[in-house]
């Protein structure tokens, strides 16, 4: 440190010219290094007057890299006493490594101990550093979900917030990820280099041409551990292993439901905005799902593509096949909690348990009788309508309901019935 009383200057200012000279011509391309050792040096000609604010501002440098690295500390602390010269040094030295860090992108002078991969700055380093570590540090205040970086993070919020700040300026859908913003764009744009050779599909990525073709190929490389299930895409084995760990991460920001994959949350956001982007070009019903559009076209059609391999009808949903198949198994998956009885449909089970509650949804809004489940409730309402198309062959007398004509025509007959 520069004393007062210190009485060899003289000396002191020829080391540091030294220095500064030495400096200078190892590294002749810095010329702002240059600048600012020329600046030092010069400072220490003047008066001794102005010598204290040159210690001054040597301490505050000092107490500065201390605090920013804590190994300079320690030599300062536990080693010899640095020199003026050598903190001059450490100061130019420093200076140098941030401008490089800032401007250099082809230096990479910081290295991982672990896996030997180098990095220009020590912020890409530490972020670096979780990859093996496992470290995950910012965590989702709404799910406790944990995240290595600030950014995955902030990506992962719109789940819950269901905000999209990437907007297409072609057709104005919005995104929530730049990913799937890009991947859009391209559609728009037409680059699609990768054809399929079989089918000639093209796509706009390698990737997607890759999953293309195992609808050809069949393959399923992406198995569950758990069950066994094969699926053609990583994101699809991803989504159905939430079945397994009840896992929710996609919440809705207006009314707070949760879903397993983001595609069920991007449909059920549109019943709060009234949204139906994909409307039938034959009656211009509008739809909220693409899959709704696509069950509601089979009426238009006729179309029944899933059929029953026991008996053969046909069905124009995936999910009326599955419940038809429990009339041949008798399978009845769906039991009361509070008698135990089973139904072979959750709707049965619903309105079963109207017996339990005495909950009565329908309500006739002619004369304000409740029911319990709809078929009641549509007979009722036919007697008021006066819908009677049911007639006696013999003495004419009307009836709304098949299952009265039949107890009448047994008077006739003098038919008992079975019960």
């Not at 008996?311 to 041949?328: A, E, V």
């Not at 619903?350 to 319990?372: D, I, P, Q």
């Amino acid at each position: 440190m520069v004393d007062h009383d210190d009485p060899e200057p003289p000396r002191m200012k020829d080391e540091q010219v030294e220095l500064c000279t030495s400096v200078d011509q190892s590294n002749p391309e810095i010329s702002q290094i240059k600048r600012e050792q020329e600046e030092f040096c010069t400072n220490l000609n003047q008066s001794n007057a102005e010598r204290p604010e040159i210690k001054k501002e040597q301490d505050e440098l000092c107490t500065t890299l201390g605090q920013s690295y804590p190994r300079f500390q320690q030599e300062s602390d536990h080693g010899e006493p640095k020199s003026n010269t050598d903190q001059l040094l450490f100061r130019i030295s420093f200076a140098a490594e941030k401008r490089q860090c800032d401007n250099d992108e082809t230096r990479k002078s910081l290295t991982c101990e672990v896996c030997g991969k180098a990095f220009r700055c020590k912020s890409d380093l530490i972020t670096h550093h979780r990859t093996h570590t496992g470290e995950k540090p910012y965590s989702c205040e709404t799910c406790g979900k944990c995240f290595s970086q600030q950014p995955y993070l902030n990506s992962h919020m719109r789940c819950h917030t269901g905000e999209k700040p990437y907007v297409c300026h072609t057709c104005g859908k919005r995104f929530s990820h730049s990913s799937a913003h890009k991947r859009h764009m391209a559609i728009h744009k037409e680059e699609k280099a990768y054809s399929c050779g079989t089918c000639g599909k093209r796509f706009s990525q390698q990737p997607y041409l890759t999953a293309h073709m195992r609808c050809h190929t069949g393959e399923k490389p992406y198995v569950c551990n758990t069950c066994g299930k094969s699926f053609t895409q990583r994101s699809h084995l991803t989504g159905h292993m939430r079945c397994h760990t009840g896992e929710r991460p996609y919440s809705c920001g207006t009314c707070g439901k949760s879903f397993s994959q983001r595609t069920h949350l991007t449909g059920h956001m549109r019943c709060h905005t009234g949204e139906k982007p994909y409307v039938c070009n034959t009656c211009g019903k509008g739809f909220s799902q693409r899959t709704h559009l696509t069950a509601h076209m089979r009426f238009h059609t006729g179309e029944k593509p899933f059929s029953c391999g026991n008996c053969g009808k046909s069905f124009r949903y995936k999910s009326d096949l599955s419940t038809h198949h429990r009339t041949h198994t008798g399978e009845k998956p769906y039991s009361c909690e509070t008698c135990g009885k089973s139904f072979s449909q959750r709707a049965y089970l619903t309105a079963h348990m109207r017996r339990h509650t005495g909950e009565k949804l329908y309500v006739c809004n002619t004369c304000g009788k409740r029911f319990s489940s709809s078929s009641p409730y549509y007979r009722h309402v036919a007697i008021h309508k006066e819908e009677k198309t049911y007639s006696c062959g013999i003495y004419g007398k009307c009836s709304c309901r098949r299952d009265n004509l039949v107890l009448h025509m047994r008077s006739h007959t003098g038919e008992k019935s079975s019960s």
